[in-house]
Structure formats: structure tokens, C-alpha cells
């Protein structure tokens, strides 16, 4: 716990001395992080009273039935980047503090040009010779900032953050899972990644941006803006699950009940394309769209497609992921149920 609170403690020391806005408009600092995701809570929070909890309280005089109001609420659990250099994570403090470990960890594990310029230079050689078809990005899960504050502020009506992701956490950085994110082992042998059609973001087979699986750093996908956002919907799949084969990474609070500062919480479920339910993504580099959506739309007949105002010409993007938490207030020794509303 000790070593968790000192990492934290870091890169929120970084975040101070960052200017609030970074010098490169293609990097984007903790503070720009936090004041857009504020600013896209009306888009995103999804507030709403679900149902009651019935609860059974007994004392010395007799038992009652007691209840008390389920809500639920979307929370920014994590920031996910998709970006194109090991160890060049846009998000500027993150970089800071694990840019130089990711490249020295991924170069223990390649030689040379299987590493870096590893997933930049094989991508803009793959680029060449498939017509900008293949693209490499590596990816990161981490701690929303927002939690930090999340942990520490008692908000009525708002399920308790302590429940939540951990603020500056590293979830998951692919470089240290290198069979798995740069060459798809074991996962280029599964179903899903064989058979045609299988979990698509998209509504197959009318139109898809591409596959979930294999959930390598690798996509076929002529707009780069996309291709970013399968590497992002791909980390997150992998980080809302357990015990994924050849990936090394932390799951995100996904699927238990727990009981924390006198609520009872149900964690999101696994993350799942195009099902809001399971979860949505902000937008915040290269643009602060402000809002939250699922990746997949069909723009086939838009004169402005999807990708069109959200293409970084570094190939570097970051959202945050907003994930469904629900929650009730204890009210007495045994749990009996939710009448849904």
C-alpha cells in the first residue's frame, strides 16, 4: 500500500510542475485530463435511480424490512492512450514517469529491430507496403486522475470512489506483454480471432472498423483515428477480465459486489464493443469532444466520417473510459434483494 500511495504521490508531483497545458498541442497534461472530464459529466455520468435494495434489520426488539434508493452512475475509471512509439505515451506526466522503464523493459525482451524504433518504424515500414492498411500502436491503462480527488470527497447520491480504479494506477502497458501485443500469441489461434465476423466494432457484415481479437497492437484500418480506437477498445477489453493468456496487466474493479463507506457497490461488467452498458469513452486527444460514445458508428454515407476531425497526424490519441457503477445505501444486517424501477 506504501509503494501504491508513492507512485501516486509521483506522478501527481509531476502533475503539479506540468504546465496546464502542454507545450506540444499533441501531448496533453494530467490537468487537461481532469478539467475536460469535468467538463463532459453531462454527456457522460448518466445519473439515475435503478431500483430500491430491500434490507433485513434486526435488533433486540425484532426484525424490519428497511430500504433504500439503487442508483447508477457512469465513473471515469481509466485513461486509455493508443500511440504509435514505445514508451512516447502522449499523456505528458505518464511519459515522464514510465516512458524510459517501458523501453528498457521491452528491449530485456527483443533485440533491435523487433523492438523500438520496434512499433513505429515496423508500422511505417508495414504502412509503405500495404497502403497505410497496417498500423502499430502500443497502448496504456491507467488510473483516472479524477479518482484522486474521488477517494477523499463524499458526494451524496454518487456511488463512494474507493470502490473505484485507482488513480495513476498502470492497469496495463502493452510493452511488457510483448508475445501477446506484438505478435497476437496465443490469441491469433482463437475462434475469435478465426472465425469471420466474430466480436467486430461494428454491425457485420454491412460494416466494421475492425476486430477485437487478436488483441494485439496491430490493426488493418485505412484511418488512423479508428485504428486508435480499436488499440483503446482492445486495452480495455483485456483489463476488464481476468486471467487473459499472454497479457501482463491489472483488471480493472469489474463484476464483484463490495461494501465500501456504508454502501453496498456492484462494479461494471466486463467491457464489451458497441454496448454502452458495459462502457463509453471520452475523447480528449487530439480533440476534447466533450462527450461520451461507443466506437463503431456507420459514417459510410457521411460527408464528414468519423475519423475526419479526430485523425492525429502523430498517431497519438488518449480517452477516458467511463464505466457503470450502482450503488445503494446499507441499511441493515442482510441484503434480500433490488426491486428494479
Not at 485530463?33 to 435503478?50: A, H, K, P
Request: proline letters at 5%.
Amino acid at each position: 500500500m506504501q509503494k501504491r500511495h508513492a507512485w501516486r504521490g509521483m506522478v501527481l508531483g509531476l502533475a503539479l510542475a506540468t504546465p496546464a497545458m502542454a507545450e506540444d498541442p499533441e501531448d496533453i497534461t494530467t490537468g487537461e485530463i481532469y478539467s475536460q472530464t469535468i467538463s463532459g459529466i453531462s454527456s457522460c455520468l448518466n445519473w439515475e435511480i435503478i431500483g430500491i435494495c430491500l434490507w433485513l434489520r434486526c435488533t433486540i426488539t425484532g426484525c424490519s424490512i428497511e430500504t433504500s434508493e439503487r442508483i447508477q452512475h457512469y465513473a471515469p475509471d481509466a485513461v486509455i492512450s493508443a500511440y504509435h512509439e514505445t514508451g512516447e505515451n502522449p499523456w505528458v506526466e505518464i511519459r515522464q514517469a514510465l516512458g524510459s522503464a517501458q523501453e528498457s523493459a521491452g528491449e530485456s525482451l527483443l533485440d533491435g529491430d523487433a523492438f523500438i524504433g520496434g512499433g513505429g518504424q515496423q508500422a511505417r515500414d508495414a504502412e509503405r507496403d500495404h497502403a497505410r492498411q497496417i498500423r502499430f500502436k502500443e497502448s496504456d491503462v491507467i488510473g483516472h486522475p479524477v479518482q484522486e480527488i474521488m477517494d477523499y470527497i463524499d458526494v451524496p447520491y454518487i456511488c463512494p470512489g474507493d470502490a473505484q480504479a485507482e488513480a495513476f494506477e498502470p492497469y496495463m502497458q502493452s510493452a511488457s506483454s510483448t508475445m501477446a501485443w506484438r505478435y497476437g500469441l496465443p490469441e491469433m489461434f482463437y475462434t475469435e480471432s478465426i472465425k469471420e465476423g466474430e466480436r467486430e466494432i461494428g454491425d457485420w457484415d454491412d460494416w466494421t472498423w475492425g476486430a477485437v481479437y487478436p488483441r494485439s497492437g496491430w490493426v488493418s484500418q485505412p484511418e488512423d483515428a479508428k485504428a486508435g480506437a480499436i488499440v483503446a477498445q482492445r486495452a480495455g477489453d483485456i483489463t476488464t477480465r481476468e486471467d487473459q493468456d499472454g497479457h501482463v496487466y491489472e483488471p480493472l474493479p469489474t463484476g464483484d459486489v463490495v461494501h465500501v463507506d456504508g454502501y453496498r457497490v456492484w462494479e461494471p461488467p466486463e467491457l464489451v464493443e458497441r454496448d454502452e452498458d458495459t462502457g463509453m469513452f471520452q475523447m480528449h486527444l487530439p480533440t476534447d469532444t466533450g462527450d461520451c460514445e461507443v466506437f463503431g458508428e456507420d459514417d459510410r454515407e457521411e460527408e464528414e466520417g468519423w475519423a475526419d476531425d479526430k485523425t492525429n497526424l502523430h498517431g497519438d490519441y488518449t480517452w477516458s473510459l467511463w464505466r457503470p457503477y450502482s450503488c445503494c445505501e446499507i441499511e441493515g444486517q442482510v441484503y434480500l434483494g433490488t426491486i428494479g424501477l
